[in-house]
């Protein structure tokens, strides 16, 4: 197995996208006046499974810069964090436990968070590769807020994820050189995603 590292300019790739994601989000937040300042709730207890390398080795570049005890300790929470999630599933229940990687709150590892950290809340659509067009109406409180405020929902600002999506699709071939149906799909939590540590793959069949 060879782990999948990101090169520097990789790296700034996905800051840049990361970046773009969030001022996108901050102007659509601001346009509806919506924060999760005082919120009861905390969406990062919502069961999410990711699916890029890309985002699994840019969470790594953050982890590997904590202290080692601090690393212990996320890694004891995560693996608590599968073994809760999965005998929610056994249950035939969708799981619902606290991410990890939050703390009192916070996202420790909040600069490399993955991209539905950055997404969630506002409202956003998306047009799949095959034309279907999805809308997100936001979070909870978004809609409550937005009701509040008596904002039309039909004209309602929200992020446009489709060119987003696309270019964190790139990045991701451009992980594998172009090549990047040859590897295995993913689809792992963050706990996951720490538990089994930075991304690695096998050289496929056809390539040897
Ligand atoms: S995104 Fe919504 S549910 Fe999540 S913390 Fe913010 S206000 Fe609360
Ligand atoms: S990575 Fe951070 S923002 Fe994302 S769910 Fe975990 S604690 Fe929340």
Not at 123 to 141: E, N
Request: proline share 6%; with cysteine.
């Amino acid at each position: 197995m060879k782990e999948v590292r990101l090169s520097l300019e990789q790296t700034a790739e996905v800051a840049r996208l990361y970046a773009a994601m969030e001022e996108q989000y901050d102007q659509v937040a601001a346009a509806l006046n919506f924060g999760c300042s005082g919120c009861p709730d905390n969406c990062c207890d919502s069961y999410f499974q990711h699916h890029t390398y890309l985002e699994w080795a840019y969470l790594w570049l953050g982890f590997r810069q904590l202290p080692a005890e601090e690393q212990e300790r996320l890694l004891v929470r995560s693996r608590e964090y599968i073994v809760a999630t999965e005998a929610a599933m056994a249950r035939d229940e969708r799981p619902q436990a606290m991410c990890p990687l939050n703390e009192s709150g916070l996202c420790t590892l909040y600069s490399y968070r993955l991209m539905v950290c950055r997404t969630h809340g506002v409202p956003a659509r998306m047009t799949r590769p095959d034309g279907q067009v999805l809308s997100f109406p936001g979070c909870f409180r978004c809609q409550e807020q937005v009701g509040e405020q008596g904002l039309p929902e039909d004209s309602l600002p929200l992020v446009e994820r489709t060119t987003h999506l696309r270019r964190l699709a790139e990045l991701e071939n451009e992980l594998f050189a172009g090549r990047r149906r040859l590897y295995p799909r993913l689809r792992l939590t963050i706990a996951q995603m720490l538990v089994q540590g930075p991304p690695a793959v096998a050289t496929p069949h056809c390539e040897r």
